[in-house]
């Protein structure tokens, strides 16, 4: 992203990091792919927006030029400009594309929710709109989400115009017909707050297990991914895993983590911890095909209009300069060239508490100074004076040989920017408990 004056280099803000690696040579090392969410106007009328676009990514999907009241405002009247502009844009950065959605409850044009149209004339519609638009980008989208967002919550199906009409057969329906217009393109269904393991990623499991099993085509899942700062969830991986199992890519499809305004250095970097476990989670199952974000920079946002109060979700802050969450993305993808934490790195101490023949009680305590922070954090030291470890709280230890390593319970395993965890253990000793120095990571 070189904004280059005649200056050159020297009038890049020193954040910028110009001489970085582009994550889409990073992810593409690491055999995934790196995407964004993109809107035709700003490609072609905002050149830092453009070329971040164009350089960083190698996936785009339409935030909004693909979906239904963008394509068919009024019925048989179809607008594909926008749609189109995206696919030649990504066409000339060679870049991939993710067609956003087919079938969803929203952004459906008023002709369509208000028509009044029966089961089988909605039936009809839907088959024919499916034909339509996967057909006109036959061969040029790698992935659609044919369905998006089918279900509530407590996994019960979202009653929606679909929903209501066709019953749950809708989404096999739906998936076949996409096969048909477009037979190579991977068909994914794609929803939110099904990240970790809940009632609402068991159901599309469930789903997506007996689409299987009926011989429905579905090749992938797409996670969403819209977070909270601070709640990645702690079960995204095995829940990726468990999918990945039943024979399914994975995708990361619409990754941002919201935070209350206003931004601070601390919130930045529990930002760039959060982003940087959901590379690592994808990373770490093969099936994991990929990341997206939802959209390129803090001023371009979805956030804001929707969750008031909270923003700054992105990889890149409103004047397109990249923020820690970037650095992060770029560490976790295997880069080089990280920003050191500003307030530098977490640190443990260790504590002997009581001490009596032949036994001792001890604490440890991992504290991260504001700008850092840890999840699924390790400690782990060599107890050089024969002493052993024999139980612990509020962590799993394991000793082998002078070697101790623990890892946190099942609720203590963040350490947040600025905070501590403690936990504690009791020991025998005989002769002398000097006190190890404590690694953490
Ligand atoms: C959002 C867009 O970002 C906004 O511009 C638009 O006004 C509303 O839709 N889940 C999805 C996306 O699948 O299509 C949504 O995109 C965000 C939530």
Redesign the pocket.
């Known amino acids: 992203m070189c904004v280059c004056t005649a200056l050159g280099a020297l009038a890049l803000p020193s954040t910028a990091h110009a001489a970085d690696t582009p994550l889409r040579d990073l992810a593409a090392a690491k055999g995934i792919h790196i995407g964004n969410?993109v809107a035709g106007y700003k490609l072609s009328g905002n050149a830092q927006y453009a070329a971040i676009a164009g350089t960083q990514f190698t996936s785009l999907t339409p935030?909004?030029a693909m979906?239904w009241s963008s394509v068919e405002p009024a019925r048989g009247s179809y607008n594909w400009a926008e749609a189109d502009q995206i696919v030649a844009f990504a066409q000339e950065h060679d870049q991939q594309v993710r067609g956003?959605?087919l079938v969803?409850h929203?952004?459906n044009p008023g002709w369509l929710t208000s028509g009044g149209f029966s089961a089988a004339e909605l039936r009809a519609i839907l088959e024919r709109h499916i034909a339509t638009e996967a057909g006109r980008y036959r061969g040029k989208i790698a992935a659609w989400?044919v369905v998006?967002?089918m279900f509530n919550e407590d996994g019960t199906y979202r009653s929606s115009l679909w929903y209501n009409a066709m019953g749950p057969g809708y989404v096999a329906d739906a998936l076949r017909w996409a096969r048909q217009a477009d037979p190579n393109a991977k068909l994914y269904l794609?929803d939110?707050n099904v990240e970790g393991i809940n009632a609402k990623s068991d159901a599309l499991y469930n789903l997506v297990r007996s689409l299987k099993a009926q011989g429905a085509p579905i090749d992938g899942v797409g996670l969403?991914a819209?977070f909270v700062l601070g709640q990645v969830p702690s079960t995204l991986q095995a829940n990726i895993q468990r999918f990945a199992d039943l024979g399914l890519d994975v995708a990361i499809t619409?990754l941002d983590v919201r935070m209350q305004l206003p931004a601070t250095d601390a919130k930045l970097a529990q930002q760039a911890a959060d982003y940087s476990a959901v590379v690592k989670a994808c990373l770490a199952v093969g099936r994991c095909v990929g990341i997206t974000g939802?959209?390129i920079s803090d001023a371009d946002s979805?956030v804001p209009?929707?969750f008031p109060g909270y923003g700054a979700a992105t990889m890149y802050d409103a004047n397109y300069r990249p923020k820690p969450a970037y650095h992060a993305v770029a560490t976790a993808l295997g880069g080089g060239g990280t920003t050191p934490p500003p307030g530098g790195a977490c640190t443990a101490t260790y504590a002997v508490a009581n001490q009596w023949g032949g036994g001792f009680t001890a604490n440890v305590t991992i504290t991260c100074p504001p700008g850092s922070s840890l999840t699924n954090w390790q400690a782990a030291w060599d107890f050089g004076a024969g002493q052993r470890l024999t139980q612990a709280w509020n962590a799993g230890c394991r000793q082998e040989g002078t070697r101790v390593t623990c890892s946190p319970a099942s609720w203590n395993g963040s350490v947040p920017s600025g905070g501590s965890v403690s936990f504690g253990f009791n020991g025998t000793w005989s002769g002398s408990n000097p006190v190890p120095a404590v690694t953490v990571s």
Do not use: F, R
């Open positions: 969410a935030e909004n979906k956003h959605t969803w929203s952004q989400d998006n967002e794609n939110y969403q819209h619409e939802w959209d979805w209009d929707v």
